[in-house]
């Protein structure tokens, strides 16, 4: 069994300050890690993911992520938000049965200017 | 590659009428999930199909959804009949078959039904 919890449902930041997207999962096997954005009225997008290489994940738009196996964590940053930055994002865990995917609840990321 | 195509993109009808979506995934992708997005429930697996054969229905609501994958580039999932609490964003996405392959998301078909 597996399941995500993304920490809060709501993230506001001032443009230019850093990012910070909480993400903890768990999972019976070696899990894959990613996150997804969401533009309005759009998919979702892969942003990066974690597949038990480097612990430190570099994704597009200069986010990255860093998997933690002791505190089953996997949370998103930026050093710098961007206007462009607003949207949803979603962390998700796939384990060892196929492509069966856990989807976090998904954080509303707003960026004020 | 044009990424997964998603038709319609929105879709307005009554309540009691048949709705049809319908998706074109990546080519050579073997995995292709049918996804609902609301506000109250989030993203919700419906169905998933590995090489043209569904593998889990679990997530299908009633059997008034049904899903069909007659080829490799081609699934529809139909809505018969259709009600007002269908009401929501239909994603297709598509993969290859590894557990460590991303899944690739169509644009979605909102779908409303009144």
């Known amino acids: 069994a597996q399941s995500v919890t993304q920490l809060d449902s709501h993230v506001s930041v001032s443009e230019g300050t850093p990012v910070l997207l909480r993400c903890n999962y768990s999972?019976?096997?070696?899990?894959?890690l990613f996150w997804y954005v969401q533009h309005p009225n759009k998919g979702l997008q892969l942003l990066l993911k974690?597949?038990?290489?480097?612990?430190l994940v570099k994704g597009i738009n200069g986010f990255e992520a860093e998997f933690k196996k002791s505190e089953t964590s996997f949370h998103l940053t930026k050093p710098s938000a961007h206007m462009s930055d607003a949207a949803e994002y979603f962390c998700?865990?796939?384990?060892?049965?196929?492509?069966?995917?856990?989807f976090g609840g998904g954080t509303r990321l707003m960026v004020k200017p | 590659d044009a990424g997964v195509i998603q038709s319609p993109r929105h879709e307005v009808t009554e309540m009691g009428q048949e709705v049809t979506l319908r998706c074109k995934p990546i080519?050579?992708?073997?995995?292709l999930f049918w996804y609902r997005q609301t506000m109250m429930r989030g993203l919700e697996l419906l169905i998933y199909?590995?090489?043209?054969?569904?593998?889990?229905d679990s997530g299908m609501p009633e059997d008034r959804f049904s899903a069909k994958m007659p080829n490799a580039s081609f699934s529809t999932l139909k809505i018969q009949p259709s009600e007002p609490r269908d009401s929501a964003v239909y994603f297709c996405?598509?993969?290859?078959?590894?557990?460590?392959?991303?899944?690739?998301f169509g644009n979605g078909t909102r779908l409303t039904v009144t």
């Open positions: 996405a598509s993969s290859f078959s590894t557990n460590n392959s991303p899944l690739h």
């Open positions: 999972s019976s096997y070696s899990p894959s």
């Open positions: 974690y597949t038990s290489a480097a612990t």
């Open positions: 998700v865990v796939s384990g060892n049965a196929g492509n069966m995917l856990t």
């Open positions: 080519s050579g992708h073997d995995y």
């Open positions: 199909f590995n090489n043209n054969v569904p593998i889990d």
